[in-house]
């Protein structure tokens, strides 16, 4: 039986900013701001420090990034790396929100925070300077909404989390997944690396690929079919398929720029600004200058490429230098150098891991598939034009 919706005052139905207490300098789990990914619902990781100041939180709080760009940018999470009754903190740029017992479900809290009901009110009420703007708490604690009731809230939040749970599981799969191939590579090429193998530059073993940026004025050169991948594309895919990017661009801006197609399982690796973020590409993409393609050499063994990568990345970006951004260079690579298996070796080697890559490929895409459909839910659903049956 579905009951009809109320219109409630966001802080009648929802805490906000609740009071907890920490020692100064006592030990506890911290949420950076970087540990919020945009739109996921797990924060990728926590520290434990010394409590000098920060917003506190539970199991089962929302944080929201209340500052500039990170909450256009998505930056939510629901907490659940506590133990009953240990208090975790965070910057001070968050707002927390918590369930009302009887009145809201915590995990319906989490997918309001990220709806438009929520965000569009919080976004408009920022302000400050420029770069530098801040929700209003009290604009968000006295907007009015429509509130389901608690049983529908929480079968909405059964839906939506359902498919978050699944999102999760694949991408955990496929950290195992690369944790396995990467233990592969380095059994083989590491520690029984054969006495008779001649070191050599990681030029022998790779070839690096230029990218360039069509002309921005022109827009018969933007908006096409081709996926062009920026550094930004590859730090929030850090080690991981890239399926899509921020920008597309058509057959005549790669044809009248530095931009080259790569193909599908090319590594691509950021070279300037922030250097060492690599990624595999999903399917055929152009990429910017600021980057390097990187394709095996005379051979067709991508996987072997990504994780010589993989296993090279810190004595590359040791090499970095760059009086305003560190830079990665051909030579960085060239003065690199590595035991040098036999082609066969490599071939072998390949054939053995692409069973795992081709999982993570698959999981990959499944992964894109619910999310779009949590996307599409998600709006529906938090406004009523979809209903779920209680």
């Known amino acids: 039986m579905m009951g009809k919706w109320k219109e409630r005052k966001l802080g009648d139905v929802i805490e906000i900013n609740p009071t907890e207490f920490l020692s100064k300098g006592a030990l506890a789990k911290k949420i950076a701001m970087d540990a919020l990914n945009p739109f996921t619902k ?60 009887g009145i809201s479900d915590k995990h319906f809290v989490y997918y309001f925070a990220i709806s438009s009901g929520f965000r569009d009110v919080a976004i408009l009420s920022m302000t400050g300077s420029s770069g530098r703007q801040r929700v209003q708490t009290d604009v968000v604690i006295n907007h009015s ?9 929480k079968a909405i939040a059964s839906v939506l989390s359902s498919l978050d749970d699944k999102i999760d599981l694949l991408h955990r799969q496929n950290k195992t997944l690369e944790a396995m191939a990467e233990t592969l590579f380095r059994q083989w090429f590491v520690e029984e690396a054969q006495d008779d193998w001649k070191y050599g530059s990681l030029l022998e073993v790779i070839e690096l690929v230029g990218g360039g940026t069509p002309k921005t004025p022109i827009a018969e050169y933007w908006d096409g079919d081709i996926p062009w991948l920026s550094g930004g594309d590859i730090a929030s895919n850090h080690k991981s398929f890239v399926k899509n990017t921020k920008k597309n661009i058509t057959e005549a801006g790669l044809a009248n720029s530095a931009a080259k197609l790569l193909p599908k399982y090319a590594t ?4 300037r600004g922030t250097v060492g973020k690599y990624c595999l590409l999903a399917r055929p993409m152009a990429f910017s200058q600021s980057n390097y393609g990187i394709l095996p050499k005379n051979s067709e063994c991508y996987f072997f490429t990504y994780l010589l990568i993989n296993y090279v990345v810190e004595e590359l970006e040791s090499s970095a230098y760059g009086s305003v951004f560190d830079t990665i260079t051909t030579t960085t690579f060239k003065e690199n150098n590595i035991p040098l298996p036999s082609e066969t070796e490599i071939h072998h080697f390949d054939n053995s891991v692409s069973v795992y890559f081709k999982k993570m490929f698959l999981n990959k895409s499944q992964i894109h598939t619910l999310e779009k459909l949590r996307d599409t839910l998600l709006p529906k659903l938090m406004s009523g034009e979809a209903r779920v049956t209680v």
């Open 42 to 101: 797990k924060p990728s990781s926590f520290s434990i420090e010394g409590y000098n100041g920060g917003m506190k939180f539970r199991n089962g709080d929302t944080i929201v990034a209340r500052i500039t760009p990170c909450l256009e940018n998505g930056k939510t999470a629901f907490i659940t790396i506590l133990d009953d009754n240990e208090i975790g903190f965070g910057s001070t740029e968050y707002i927390v929100l918590r369930e009302r017992q």
């Open 268 to 271: 691509v690796i950021s070279a």
């Open 145 to 153: 909404f429509l509130l389901p009731t608690l049983s529908e809230q």
